[in-house]
C-alpha cells in the first residue's frame, strides 16, 4: 500500500498528465542509462561514464522543475535537447554501439515534443550524425542506419498524430456539456482558477454572475423533458449572443449556468439587468410560454478564492429568487 508523501505524489501524476508523461520519460532514462554507465566506470571509461552521469543529473533537474512549478514547456523541451544532445555525444564517442540510443531518444522526442518540432530535432541529428562520421564504419552502415531511423520517426509520427486527436477529442468530451455545446462544470472550475490567479497578479477586475431558469420544473413537467432540453439549448446561445467574446459561459449543472466576465466592475454587473435579463425576458419561451431568468453576481476581491467568489455569488442568486425570481440582485444586496 502506497502511503505518504508517495501516495499524493501517485495522486498528482494520475491528474497531471504532463507531469506524468515527464516523470515516465525520467524514469525510463534514469534506469536505462545508469547501469551503463556503471558497467564504463567498471571497464576503464571514465568519460563515457561521466557524460551518462551528467544526462541523468539533467532528468533529475528537469524532473524536480516540472514538480515544483506549474511549467511544464520548458522541462518537456530541456529533456528533449538532453536526450539528444547526450545520445549524439554517446554515438560520437562509443561510435557504432551508440547509434542505438538514437532510436529510444527519437521516440522520446515525439513524445515530449509537438510533432513539428520532434521532427525538427529528429532531422537536424541525423543530419549531425551523417556530417560527422565518427558513429558508424562505412557508408553502408550509415545507410542503414539513418534508413531505420526515418522509419522509426514516421511510426513515431503517426502515433504521435493519433494519440493528440484521441486527447483532444478526449478533452472536449470532458469539457464540454453534451447538450448545450458550452463549457461544463469542470472547465468552469478550471478558468475560475485561472481568473483569480490573473487578478491577484495584474489585478484584473472579474465579475461573476450565476443565473437560474425561472420555474424550469414546471416547463419540464408541462411540455416534457425535450421541451425543457430546447429552453436550455435556446438559453445557452442567446446568452452567447448577448455577452462579449471575452465573456465565458458555462453550464453549472441542470438549468444553472455561471457566466464569467473579465474586466467587469459592479456597474457591469449591473447592466446584465438590462443588457441579459430583460432579453431573455423578452425572447426566450417554450411553447408560447414566456422564460424568465435570475441572476445573482459578485465581483472578484482581493486575496478571494474562486469558492468563495461563488459562494457570493449563489447568495446573491439566493436572493433574487426569494425576492420573486426574474430579476438580477448583486453581492452589495442591491436590486437590478
Known amino acids: ?14 491528474a497531471d498528465s504532463e507531469l506524468s508523461i515527464i516523470a515516465a520519460f525520467a524514469a525510463c532514462g534514469i534506469f536505462g542509462i545508469v547501469p551503463f554507465a556503471v558497467y564504463r566506470f567498471a571497464t576503464g571509461n571514465p568519460f563515457a561514464g561521466t557524460v551518462d552521469l551528467i544526462i541523468v543529473a539533467s532528468i533529475c533537474l528537469a524532473v524536480g522543475h516540472a ?6 514547456r520548458r522541462p518537456r523541451l530541456f ?25 529510444p531518444a527519437l521516440l522520446g522526442n515525439f513524445l515530449l515534443l509537438s510533432r ?33 531511423a526515418v522509419v522509426s520517426g514516421l511510426v513515431a509520427f503517426v502515433f504521435a498524430s493519433r494519440t493528440e486527436s484521441q486527447r483532444k477529442a478526449l478533452e472536449r468530451l470532458a469539457t464540454l456539456d453534451s447538450l448545450t455545446g458550452i463549457p461544463n462544470r469542470r472547465a468552469m472550475e478550471q478558468e475560475l482558477q485561472i481568473a483569480v490567479a490573473e487578478h491577484r497578479r495584474e489585478g484584473t477586475a472579474f465579475g461573476l454572475a450565476m443565473l437560474d431558469l425561472d420555474h424550469f420544473k414546471s416547463i419540464n413537467d408541462e411540455h ?31 438549468e444553472e449556468f455561471v457566466l464569467l466576465m473579465p474586466a467587469t466592475h459592479l456597474d457591469g454587473l449591473h447592466a446584465i439587468d438590462a443588457s441579459l435579463r430583460a432579453r431573455v425576458a423578452g425572447e426566450l419561451n417554450c ?7 435570475s441572476i445573482g453576481a459578485a465581483s472578484l476581491r482581493p486575496e478571494e478564492d474562486w469558492q468563495a467568489w461563488m459562494s457570493r ?24
Open 1 to 14: 500500500m502506497i502511503s505518504g508523501p508517495w501516495n499524493a505524489m501517485w495522486r498528482r501524476l494520475r
Open 67 to 72: 514538480a515544483r512549478s506549474a511549467d511544464r
Open 79 to 103: 529533456l528533449a535537447i538532453i536526450n539528444t544532445v547526450g545520445c549524439l555525444a554517446s554515438a560520437t564517442v562509443l561510435g557504432p554501439p551508440g547509434l542505438f540510443w538514437m532510436y
Open 116 to 148: 513539428g518540432w520532434a521532427s525538427v530535432v529528429t532531422a537536424v541529428a541525423l543530419t549531425f550524425l551523417a556530417i560527422q562520421g565518427k558513429a558508424y564504419e562505412s557508408k553502408a552502415q550509415l545507410a542503414m542506419f539513418l534508413v531505420t
Open 224 to 254: 416534457g423533458h425535450e421541451a425543457g432540453d430546447e429552453v436550455l439549448i435556446a438559453f445557452a446561445r442567446l446568452v452567447g449572443s448577448s455577452t462579449r467574446k471575452i465573456d465565458r459561459i458555462f453550464r453549472f449543472g441542470g
Open 287 to 293: 411553447r408560447g410560454r414566456a422564460v424568465t431568468v
Open 313 to 336: 455569488a449563489d447568495a446573491a442568486l439566493y436572493m433574487a429568487k426569494r425576492q420573486g425570481r426574474n430579476r438580477t440582485v448583486v453581492d452589495s444586496g442591491e436590486t437590478a
